[in-house]
């Protein structure tokens, strides 16, 4: 087993010795920027881009003296939040917040070991037992990161013989999965079905693995794709599909139980169920649930999981009263569902541009300019309302936004007063532009 011996990537002396002539220059032949990383020519980049975000403000890391939820305390002021993927009010919770205190009463801040070695807790199969229950799997393995969950799992099962075809939009954590695999990458348009159907038609035959990635809420537009078609692709290539749910396990469904209730689909006909527990679920971590086998495969193999520490004590416990939560009161997705449909009626009825959003707590604001993004930004803060604009190189700075995060326990007040204030900032913004062009 390969957590056996954890060198394995280890580089032998003779190596070096075949290193290229260009790499064996004299020491004083080579340039600064390569071991000075103040000259690194990539951190300089990000200095010019930071000084002309820090001469306008920057809205970045702006710190929160308490709950991140419906409302937050920034600079002793409270504000109307919509910066927050506590979509439905788990994190401050009193039962997820008693778990959590338990547990580190009874198993401390950390395990302090992987949990291949001596890290296993109680806590950490009870929550794979109820995120497997949740999704409808047979078993489900948790890992100490969201993002560590997709550059891991997909670096481990994927090799230099496989395909992977993923959605444009898909999250940077696959991609950088995917490069760590060094199988072929491929994708295709966003939520383009028949598209992967044609490449998958074209290329299958030349590789042995493939694994078509999709998100079951797209963490930027807030749209779903439409699974059972992607399943029917799915099927007829023999390919694998992982869905990341990281956005829709408990906000799609009636019960919260993600994309699979949405549509209605046998959950064993996707392989590889990705999820994490920082949004719906009060943590920190992610998962993978599916058949048995992948799941055994992954707990003894997967390097992020065999050498890295097992998941702490009070974020195994919080998850896991978080999922319990949500078992006992599946009302509190109706909620959430009700406010990001009312958020997003008002937006599209005063002509605000939503994008893609399908009724999710996602709602972006596509302003179309960064720098105007940013003035609404500050100009909403000033009227009480904090929402986080997402400008280039993030995305196109023709879909330069406000990305709205709703949670079940904004009030219809909230939304209301959100959504006319939007307007009126917006327009008052545009109007300016006009009159600085003429
Ligand atoms: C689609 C998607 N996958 C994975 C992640 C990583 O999850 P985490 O933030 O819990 O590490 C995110 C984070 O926002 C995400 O949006």
């Not at 444009?168 to 995917?178: A, D, K, M, T, Y």
């Not at 439409?226 to 990281?246: G, P, T």
């Not at 100009?379 to 986080?388: E, H, P, Q, T």
Request: contains cysteine; hydrophobic residues 35%.
């Amino acid at each position: 087993m390969s957590y056996i011996n954890n060198h394995s990537q280890s580089v032998s002396p003779q190596v070096l010795t075949e290193l290229p002539s260009h790499l064996l220059t004299n020491a004083e032949e080579i340039p600064a920027e390569y071991y000075c990383f103040t000259l690194y020519p990539k951190y300089l980049e990000l200095r010019r881009q930071l000084e002309n975000l820090e001469a306008s403000g920057n809205p970045y890391f702006t710190v929160h003296e308490g709950l991140n939820k419906d409302t937050t305390i920034i600079a002793g002021q409270e504000f109307i939040n919509y910066s927050s993927y506590n979509y439905l009010g788990m994190s401050g919770d009193p039962a997820v917040t008693k778990a959590a205190k338990e547990a580190i009463d009874r198993y401390g801040t950390s395990v302090s070991a992987s949990r291949v070695a001596s890290g296993e807790r109680p806590l950490h199969w009870e929550l794979e037992r109820e995120l497997a229950d949740l999704i409808g799997t047979e078993d489900c393995i948790v890992y100490v990161g969201g993002h560590a969950t997709n550059v891991t799992t997909i670096g481990h099962l994927l090799g230099q013989d496989d395909l992977i075809v993923h959605d444009e939009l898909i999250h940077n954590s696959v991609l950088e999965g995917c490069k760590l695999s060094g199988a072929k990458q491929r994708s295709f348009r966003h939520n383009d079905w028949q598209k992967l159907d044609k490449i998958l038609s074209i290329q299958r035959h030349r590789y042995k693995r493939v694994l078509v990635i999709i998100e079951g809420v797209y963490s930027m537009d807030g749209d779903i794709p439409d699974l059972s078609k992607f399943i029917e692709v799915k099927k007829r290539h023999k390919v694998f599909l992982m869905v990341d749910e990281a956005h829709s396990i408990g906000v799609l469904g009636k019960h919260g139980r993600g994309i699979g209730e949405y549509f209605g689909v046998d959950p064993t006909e996707v392989d590889l169920w990705m999820g994490t527990l920082s949004k719906s679920f009060a943590s920190c971590g992610g998962y993978i649930a599916g058949c048995k086998a992948l799941v055994e495969y992954l707990r003894h193999t997967a390097p992020g999981f065999v050498y890295s520490v097992g998941m702490s004590p009070p974020n195994a416990a919080a998850a896991l009263a978080a999922i319990r939560v949500l078992k006992a009161e599946p009302e509190r997705v109706g909620r959430l569902f009700e406010r990001s449909k009312l958020f997003l009626e008002l937006s599209r009825k005063q002509g605000l541009n939503t994008g893609m959003s399908q009724n999710t707590p996602i709602v972006p604001i596509i302003v179309g300019n960064s720098l105007q993004c940013i003035q609404l930004s500050k100009a909403l803060s000033a009227r009480g309302i904090n929402v986080k604009p997402i400008i280039y190189p993030g995305v196109q700075d023709s879909a330069a936004r406000l990305r709205f995060f709703i949670n079940c326990n904004h009030t219809v007040e909230q939304i209301r007063f959100t959504v006319d204030t939007l307007v009126e900032e917006l327009a008052k913004i545009q109007c300016n532009q006009l009159v600085i062009r003429n």
